[in-house]
């Protein structure tokens, strides 16, 4: 039989499948992509056609030079990565990477997908080969393309006309927008006085229920319609004195259907809404529960591919669910007809199946022994939704009692709601998240019947103030997004994390609060580029690329399309200085900037010196408000502080104890860049700053001296021996081992984190490519013949540059990296060095 070599994207799916396939299959892993545009100018090219520049990632020659020695071997080559976007799009760059080194010859290649990692759809699979699907491919590079555009264009913008801001992109600046957004709305928002009457009620058994005035005086009243205490009061002392009695009972049938089993977005939402799982790592845990679990000695994918906008299960997947359903609740609970669900995707070649269980049989309860926790608990998450969604529908009574009152000539109408679940269908397994207001239809009334006379036990009524929207959480701004069409469910975990990341926004209690660096860059594109944060011309992007994907329109056209108008904006900008843009800011962020004066004077007034302005300032760490007449006066405060600035002489240092090692006091302070905590004084204090998901008001002498104890070491790992520390940094908790840097799920777990949770953590990553600090090494160029120290050419995130020291010059584009001799280093460094010292 003819040899094949098989190609994936992670080496635990190469594992699996390869047990499938046979010794005829060599199977390997590209981990992940394999090329990439450089993350320098020139890399998308727009007076050249969008020509486009994809470069081998270091990590992944190694990889494809063993797939290209196989092949050379092999009598066909199998590309089988995953069934979206971008698993065709790594499929065509192995392809295209392998054409380049001539090992294909006119050996065939086919392009097979498999939606589970389960024997059975491996080997379907392998015998319904095709091609690689050109137009999805297209729309990869346009919407690669797209994003490297607007990125390497517009950040370069904010790098100088905003110092301090560091990115913005297609679908991140839109995603900081709405959250920007909903922070303004909460600043405008005034609240407004209501109050409620709700009456304790008790039929002749003397079983009590609620009831809500619903009339009065033949005026209908809604929930936030008594807006005074008199008016209040006037119903209560009414009621007080009035006879009740039942008017009506009315009870209707109503049903409940189950929800569509899983896509990508509605995973999130849920795991985030049940679990308290971040996007990022409820898509870490159902990767690998896609990828396969060992039971029993065998490797099998449990569930369905996780990065999907479909809702439709598979025909020859029903069966088995509704026989399940038939054996284990019986036949009330089966529906006479399979449930079949409607995709809201626009694109049908992205529009895969829904995410369920390889196999119905395999229950959360049987696969709780090989899982782990954070696997057992996403795993029954759908598990059980996609079983609900075959379900037959709950049947729930809804009663609605209005109660009479009359007092004289007086008339009043209270209202009691309840309901009961008659038969509970699919909510014997999964209860999905109801419309607001259902909620209180929870409550079961007792049995009434009109004309009965009821009797009072209490009248309250109660103040209450309308509230602001809600900030949003990571379910809730998915669900907008989706809803809007912005950007693709597979892309939201990552775009949200590069907003923290970035520094634009912080989490604090599961909401995003956008901090003042990611308001400023918001108010900017706002001002300027306010076309390319509009909701509606992003989602109409969307669509754009997904008529690639469908091969309706040519890729190249919707880049001219989008470049033409985009280059233009940015031209329109070039000019101007940052104090035109500062002078913008200073009244588009006026209301967080420069609050009113509780005294009504002048709130752009210096409250330090007698004559300064209060204006934006940017800076390294990003926006804050300062005095006109700096350096004279230096008073400063955060944006968003209503105080009198950070420096203010009433504001000292808050004495939180004594070191009981050391014996030095430990304060709690505030600075420019915000609160932080130091332990003792002078240069050799030592001061930590607090993570921004902690209030200063909650530091006490404990979690202070946590902080000032970071990094601390967990352990020494069990292979090298080398030691494991653990630490907060600009992204967020880590341990680092030997320079690989693994982030850790929480702040509190880094103060926890033992030895083989840290080794855990380190070795996922480094299976990934784990972050390192130092860049690797290509050419070793030896001693620097003036100064001494080793001179190298690295290869760094922005390209290849010279190393020596803290000095660090970037190459020419023409350079190729390793023909780079000591004399041309030794040049690149000097000419690097000496503007250093022009610009000091």
């Known amino acids: 039989m003819a040899s094949s070599v098989v190609v994936v994207e992670s080496p635990a799916k190469a594992k699996t499948i390869n047990k499938y396939l046979g010794k005829d299959y060599t199977v390997l892993a590209s981990y992940g992509h394999v090329r990439d545009l450089p993350a320098k100018d020139g890399s998308v090219r727009p007076d050249d056609d969008f020509d486009m520049s994809w470069v081998v990632d ?336 709950a049947e729930i009574e809804r009663t609605t009692v209005d109660i009479t009152a009359r007092r004289g000539g007086e008339t009043a109408q209270l209202r009691a709601t309840g309901s009961v679940v008659r038969f509970d269908g699919f909510l014997r397994v999964y209860e999905t998240a109801r419309p607001q207001g259902e909620e209180e239809d929870d409550a079961r009334l007792p049995k009434l019947a009109e004309g009965e006379t009821v009797r009072r036990e209490a009248i309250e009524a109660k103040q209450h103030f309308t509230e602001p929207p809600p900030r949003y959480s990571e379910a809730s701004l998915i669900r907008k997004m989706e809803e809007l069409g912005i950007g693709r469910p597979s892309t939201y975990a990552a775009t949200l994390a590069t907003l923290q990341d970035r520094g634009y926004v912080s989490l604090d209690k599961r909401r995003f609060t956008p901090e003042s660096k990611g308001r400023v860059v918001t108010g900017f594109l706002e001002n300027f580029f306010n076309r390319y944060v509009e909701y509606d011309f992003t989602a109409g992007l969307e669509e754009q690329l997904d008529k690639i994907s469908a091969g309706e329109l040519e890729w190249k056209d919707v880049l001219r399309d989008f470049w033409k108008q985009f280059s233009g904006s940015v031209d329109d900008i070039k000019d101007l200085r940052v104090g035109q843009v500062l002078d913008v800011l200073n009244v588009e962020l006026a209301p967080i900037a420069f609050p009113e004066r509780e005294d009504g004077g002048d709130p752009r007034h210096c409250p330090r010196c007698e004559d300064g302005q209060l204006s934006l300032k940017v800076g390294r760490y990003g926006a804050f408000v300062g005095c006109s007449n700096y350096p004279d006066c230096a008073f400063t405060r955060q944006l968003g502080d209503n105080g009198n600035g950070d420096n203010d002489a009433g504001e000292g240092p808050k004495e939180l104890g004594a070191d009981p090692d050391t014996g030095e006091t430990v304060t709690l302070r505030s600075g420019r860049f915000g609160p932080y905590v130091q332990r003792g004084e002078g240069k050799q204090a030592k001061r930590t700053g607090l993570p921004k998901t902690w209030a200063p008001d909650d530091i006490d002498l404990g979690r202070a001296l946590q902080l000032l104890s970071l990094p601390r070491e967990v352990g020494l790992h069990p292979e090298s021996g080398k030691s494991i520390n653990a630490g907060l940094g600009r992204y967020g908790p880590f341990v680092q081992h030997d320079g690989v840097y693994a982030n850790l799920d929480s702040i509190e777990e880094v103060f926890s984190v033992g030895l083989n949770r840290a080794v855990s953590a380190l070795a996922e990553k480094a299976a990934k490519g784990g972050r390192r600090r130092t860049a690797a090494a290509l050419k070793e160029l030896g001693d620097h013949p003036q100064q001494g120290g080793p001179v190298s050419v690295r290869d760094g995130r922005y390209g290849p540059y010279v190393n020596h020291g803290k000095i660090n010059a970037t190459l020419p584009k023409d350079k190729d990296p390793t023909s780079v001799t000591m004399e041309e280093a030794v040049a690149l460094i000097a000419e690097k060095a000496a503007r250093g010292k022009t610009r000091r």
């Open 58 to 393: 270091t990590k992944a020659r190694g990889r494809l030079n063993d797939i290209a020695k196989a092949v050379k071997g092999a009598d066909r080559l199998i590309l089988a990565t995953d069934p979206d976007r971008e698993g065709e799009a790594i499929s065509w760059h192995v392809l295209e990477v392998l054409n380049q080194k001539k090992v294909l010859k006119d050996k065939p290649v086919e392009r097979v997908v498999f939606n589970a990692i389960t024997k059975k759809s491996v080997l379907e699979a392998m015998e319904s080969p095709r091609q690689i699907d050109a137009p999805l491919v297209e729309a990869y590079m346009a919407r690669r393309a797209l994003d490297y555009l607007v990125g390497f264009t517009l950040s370069p913008v904010l790098w100088r006309k905003l110092p301090g801001a560091r990115s913005a992109g297609r679908v991140q600046s839109v995603a900081l927008r709405l959250i920007c957004d909903r922070e303004q709305e909460i600043e405008a928002f005034k609240p407004v006085e209501y109050w409620s009457v709700i009456a304790t009620l008790a039929n002749a058994q003397g079983q009590t229920f609620a009831a809500r005035i619903a009339e009065f005086e033949g005026q209908k009243l809604g929930r936030q319609d008594i807006g005074n205490e008199a008016q209040a009061m006037a119903i209560k002392t009414m009621l007080e004195a009035a006879d009740l009695s039942v008017g009506s009972v009315v009870s209707k049938p109503t049903k409940r259907n189950p929800a569509p089993p899983f896509t990508t977005s509605t995973l999130q939402m849920d795991a985030s809404r049940k679990l308290g799982f971040s996007a990022s790592r409820t898509m870490r845990v159902a990767q690998r529960l896609y990828e396969g679990i060992d039971i029993g000695g065998e490797t099998v994918g449990l569930i369905t591919y996780m990065r999907t906008d479909g809702v439709q299960i598979a025909p020859e997947a029903i069966g088995p669910v509704r026989e399940h359903i038939a054996t284990q609740f019986g036949e009330p609970y089966v529906p006479d007809e399979p449930r079949h669900y409607s995709t809201k995707a626009k694109n049908a070649q992205e529009a895969h199946e829904a995410i369920r269980p390889t196999d119905v049989s395999r229950t959360p309860e049987a696969m709780t022994p090989h899982l782990d926790d954070d696997q057992n608990k996403l795993y029954g998450l759908i598990w059980r939704r996609a079983v609900s969604s075959q379900m037959a529908s």
